[in-house]
């Protein structure tokens, strides 16, 4: 899909092939996220400097970075150096490290891959607890300030946090659904940019489907995630309260700041 048919909630960043707004999606009573205040993305690490003027005019104060250690290591994210943007960065679950040995391992499996891939977002709702609650209580101590919440993709992580978060907001589970499916209008360009790492292409060669396994949003792996919850805590309000520390106080809070009526967004996605 190229640029001038995905939604335009997507930045057109050269070096970013995954930064969007979350912006305009509904609550059930049709009060809407307000535009400017959330972002999601895949890796910085290869923003140009056209990108880096775009990104300073978003005015992003928080970055919640979801990548592991070595991730950042390898490829540390560019990022205007007149910011004062604070980065929160988390620990890699072994899950995920594991997810990682299994692929360089050149397994060619690509049901048991899937099914990996499921199990670990099977795990998110313990593995990324940490980072739900750091996003949140972002949102909550500065009201107004722009955060970004991101991974290698902007897919599985960045994913499951986001739906989180927009479970917080209040957001129609539908419109969580289509926000996390979004990420597929930028299939080609993963494609292109993961092609060469991970071993990726060699898998692809062995076994046609690999990279649509790894790098398309499926529903049903976000399922995995919410059926963890339905679980374990009964209901995401419940998970939230324990794991997060976000009970109706906190909720109500959030969605003054975040939310307004419809009216006041009606237009926000036209460039």
């Known amino acids: 899909m190229t640029d001038s048919t995905r939604d335009p909630r997507h930045l057109p960043l050269a070096g970013a092939h995954n930064f969007r707004r979350i912006e305009g999606w509904r609550s059930p009573d049709g009060a809407r996220i307000a535009p400017g205040l959330l972002y999601r993305s895949s890796g910085l690490q290869d923003l140009t400097d056209d ?7 978003l005015g992003i104060s928080h970055i919640v970075d979801l990548r592991s250690q070595d991730e950042r290591e390898r490829e540390p994210s560019c990022w205007p150096e007149d910011s004062s943007a ?7 679950s072994a899950a995920a490290a594991d997810l990682r040995r299994y692929i360089s391992l050149g397994i060619s499996d690509v049901e048991e891959l899937a099914a990996r891939l499921k199990g670990l977002y099977g ?5 990324l ?4 609650r750091e ?28 739906a989180a ?20 209008q930028s299939y080609d360009a993963a494609c292109r940019r993961f092609s060469g790492r991970l071993h990726l292409a060699e898998l692809e060669k062995r076994s046609p489907g690999a990279m ?38 906190e909720k109500e809070h959030l969605r003054s700041s975040f939310l307004v009526e419809r009216a006041a967004t009606k237009d926000s996605f036209r460039q």
């Open 51 to 57: 990108d880096l003027s775009v990104v300073r005019s």
């Open 86 to 92: 604070t980065v929160w960065a988390r620990a890699e």
């Open 123 to 127: 795990d998110f709702p313990v593995d």
């Open 129 to 132: 607890a940490s980072a739900v």
């Open 135 to 162: 996003s949140l209580r972002q949102m909550i101590e500065k009201p107004g300030a722009p955060v970004m919440i991101h991974c290698a993709a902007g897919k599985d992580r960045t994913g499951f946090v986001v």
């Open 165 to 184: 978060v927009l479970q917080a907001l209040g957001i129609a589970e539908e419109d969580i659904v289509s926000d996390y499916l979004m990420t597929n």
């Open 212 to 249: 649509h396994v790894l790098l398309m949003a499926h529903r049903h792996y976000l399922d995995a995630s919410f059926d963890r919850i339905a679980r374990d805590w009964g209901c995401f309000d419940a998970y939230l309260q324990e794991m997060a520390g976000i009970g109706p106080e």
